[in-house]
């Protein structure tokens, strides 16, 4: 299980992305992370969205991790923003 515990890594770059489009997640998203993949995903978006309103700006590609309860594990994903479309997917969906 999986709580609302998600780090987003440093970035690259900066695009100026706003990921304000429609949020998908991949199927391999959803059953990676269920049943908590939907506040995953809103945890790491607010946590863009802090990075979107700084002088910095977002990175159309983001790479989180969720952290496990009670373990150390930790599993990585992205997120991508195309401007019509904000992705949450595995890095092997890629």
Wanted: charged content about 25%; overall charge negative; proline content about 4%.
């Amino acid at each position: 299980m999986f709580p609302n515990n998600v780090e987003l890594l440093p970035q690259e770059a900066s695009t100026r992305s706003t990921f304000i489009g429609q949020l998908v997640m991949t199927k391999g998203f959803i059953e990676k992370f269920s049943p908590n993949e939907s506040h995953i995903a809103i945890e790491a978006l607010v946590k863009i969205g802090q990075r979107v309103a700084s002088e910095e700006g977002a990175d159309y590609f983001q790479t989180g991790l969720a952290h496990k309860i009670g373990g150390e594990e930790s599993i990585k994903f992205w997120c991508i923003d195309d401007g019509d479309y904000v992705t949450f997917l595995l890095p092997e969906e890629y």
